[in-house]
């Protein structure tokens, strides 16, 4: 075992990497309770919620998808690098692809599992450089940033300190519940903006104190604090069976046989978006984590054909199972910064989620107002790429300003990207400079102009 991953060279022993792989764990074990509640649509309308998967079936598609997908980078990348279902993404499955789009979500795993299949084969064949210098650097900082807003804005919503408005479309909840003239159910928001608000400033302020686990120890405070004043069920019970996996496992082939949905515009804008966020999502995490424990070298990962078949691998297992993409978390970076150097860090990380499948009635209690903060705080840390944008370039800065406003304010990733990417060329062409643009991007230009004039009519 020490032979394999390499103890000796690394520096490294089975304590401090026993020690990295469980800080890993709790740094990014929030996703067992946000993954399932964004998924099965909980913090939606009653009527709407027939049209998504069950919320304990898609906890144990996350639990298992993150434990295969962990030990997969464990022991074919041999980097201490965890894997679960990746935020952003999953905000794109439920409330792009299945609430906007109408689109079944057993056809959104499919385009999930197509996404991933395809970005296996891009793996194993060496065109992820070709791909990465196709898209133009101030674009992938604005989809990151992006994202980042819309997740923050949909935990917002979600705690009910943004609300709905006729006259300014959004604004501030009731975060107040003495007036007399307020109805039970304002009461009740109001409470419950409250306790996000300070489950908010609990995490922010473990954050600043370089707290490992800060989003996982927030989540749990403010579920206590839930518990206290009556916002949050008390469990019954701490340990239980996992639950089926039935509802959602092998639900994506009910449309990979059908031609008329395999080749239809819709599943290629699902596939192309699924694709594009997980394979720059997955490359600026490995590179960043491996960069921080150390491990590149001359500014290249090592192993990197077989660090990116495992991401992909992981997503595909991730669709069959019932959850959204699997990709590399930069929580993994704590896991680093208390020692990890090795895959040995990731099987500690991925043991530990296949344990936490047997801690489901703690984790059925959570609400919107105790996953509202998780989702708010990874807000923040994705939009820091904005200050990587060049804004003092206008053609640079005007499609990737457009590509950031338009995720939040159109409640769509999908609609983000495809403004930004047909701004981008159409800004070049115009500015003389067609040859700058590389062809990808061009082809990319016609497939979400399809995208707007047939699906967004």
Request: proline share 5%.
């Amino acid at each position: 075992m020490r032979k394999y991953f390499e103890f000796d060279k690394l520096g490294t022993n089975y304590r401090r990497e026993i020690i990295a792989g469980i800080t890993t764990f709790l740094a990014m074990a929030y996703i067992l309770a946000v993954n399932p509640f964004i998924l099965s649509g909980a913090d939606l309308p009653p009527e709407l919620k027939a049209n998504y998967p069950e919320f304990g079936a898609v906890f144990t598609a996350t639990a298992l998808a993150a434990a295969i997908g962990t030990l997969l980078m464990a022991i074919v990348g041999r980097l201490p690098i965890a894997q679960a279902p990746g935020m952003g993404l999953n905000a794109f499955f439920t409330y792009t692809v299945v609430l906007t789009m109408q689109i079944p979500w057993q056809q959104a795993l499919a385009g999930v599992f197509l996404s991933c299949t395809i970005f296996l084969i891009l793996s194993l064949t060496g065109v992820r450089e070709a791909i990465i210098n196709a898209i133009p650097q101030g674009l992938k900082y604005a989809v990151s940033a992006g994202i980042g807003l819309f997740i923050a804005f949909i935990g917002l919503k979600n705690a009910g300190i943004v609300v709905a408005n006729d006259a300014t479309f959004v604004a501030l909840g009731h975060l107040t519940f003495f007036q007399d003239n307020l109805t039970p159910e304002q009461v009740l928001a109001a409470k419950n903006a409250l306790l996000a608000i300070f489950g908010l400033i609990v995490t922010v302020v473990l954050m600043t104190r370089k707290v490992n686990a800060a989003i996982f120890i927030g989540m749990l405070v403010t579920c206590i604090a839930g518990m206290i004043v009556g916002l949050v069920d008390v469990p019954k019970g701490v340990f239980a069976a996992p639950p089926s996996l039935a509802p959602t496992f092998g639900a994506a082939f009910e449309f990979l046989g059908d031609p008329s949905v395999l080749f239809s515009v819709n599943m290629l804008i699902i596939v192309l978006t699924f694709l594009f966020v997980d394979f720059f999502d997955a490359t600026g995490t490995l590179l960043g984590v491996a960069n921080q424990a150390g491990l590149l070298k001359d500014g290249k990962l090592p192993r990197p054909g077989r660090a990116l078949a495992s991401d992909a691998v992981a997503g595909m297992a991730g669709a069959v199972l019932g959850t959204s993409t699997t990709t590399a978390y930069i929580e993994s970076a704590a896991g680093v910064a208390a020692g990890g150097r090795s895959g040995f860090a990731s099987v500690v990380t991925g043991l530990m989620f296949i344990l936490a499948l047997f801690f489901f009635p703690l984790l059925a209690v959570v609400t919107s107002a105790v996953t509202a903060p998780a989702l708010i705080i990874v807000g923040v840390l994705m939009a820091s790429s904005i200050a990587k944008i060049a804004w003092d370039d206008l053609e640079e800065a005007f499609p990737a300003f457009l590509t950031i406003l338009m995720m939040p304010l159109t409640y769509s990733i999908a609609t983000g990207l495809a403004a930004g990417f047909i701004v981008y060329p159409v800004l070049k062409v115009m500015k003389g400079k067609a040859r700058e643009v590389h062809p990808a991007m061009y082809v990319l230009f016609f497939v979400f102009l399809a995208y707007f004039i047939w699906l967004r009519e």
